[in-house]
């Protein structure tokens, strides 16, 4: 599904654990460390789309988490030009919309095992602003949008004490 101006919805995962460090995970068979997203399906809402994605990419159930924060919008990045497709499914980029969720479960509920084809081969908890850093430069200015509106959330992550 992509809209008239060439951008794919989709949905961008920010989870986070009570220490408020985030989960950063490596691209199979890449030195690419992204947050967990996923494309909006014809006939889902964006909750929906988070829900499937969070089970497919890093196996945790809807119980697993809380949602603690979305943005507000959409937020949109191109592609370079380079990751373009050249067909009639082509899209110029994505549009995102952003979820802060509580991670509620131990740590080893976290598994790559829920997918014919795996995203991911490692993650690790990182600092809230390391992946600004760290993600392909075409995705940083999403990243940086999406951690700011989140960011006033975060507290909500936080163990009490």
């Not at 992509?2 to 408020?20: C, S, T, W, Y």
């Not at 995970?25 to 929906?48: L, M, N, T, Y």
């Not at 081969?121 to 760290?134: A, K, M, R």
Request: glycine share 8%.
């Amino acid at each position: 599904m992509i809209d008239n101006d060439g951008f794919r919805p989709n949905v961008g995962i920010i989870l986070a654990n009570e220490r408020g460090q985030v989960l950063w995970a490596k691209r199979v068979g890449q030195d690419a460390w992204q947050f967990p997203q996923g494309g909006i399906e014809s006939h889902e809402a964006p909750e929906e789309a988070l829900y499937r994605e969070l089970r497919e990419e890093i196996g945790l159930r809807e119980d697993s988490v809380e949602v603690v924060g979305s943005t507000k919008g959409w937020l949109r990045y191109r592609l370079p030009k380079r990751m373009l497709r050249r067909n009639s499914s082509s899209f110029l980029g994505q549009k995102q919309k952003w979820f802060l969720l509580k991670m509620l479960s131990d740590d080893d509920a976290v598994s790559f095992e829920h997918s014919e084809t795996p995203e991911f081969d490692l993650w690790q908890w990182v600092t809230y602003w390391y992946p600004l850093g760290q993600v392909v430069p075409f995705k940083q200015d999403v990243y940086r949008r999406a951690m700011k509106e989140l960011a006033p959330y975060l507290s909500k992550c936080l163990a009490p004490g």
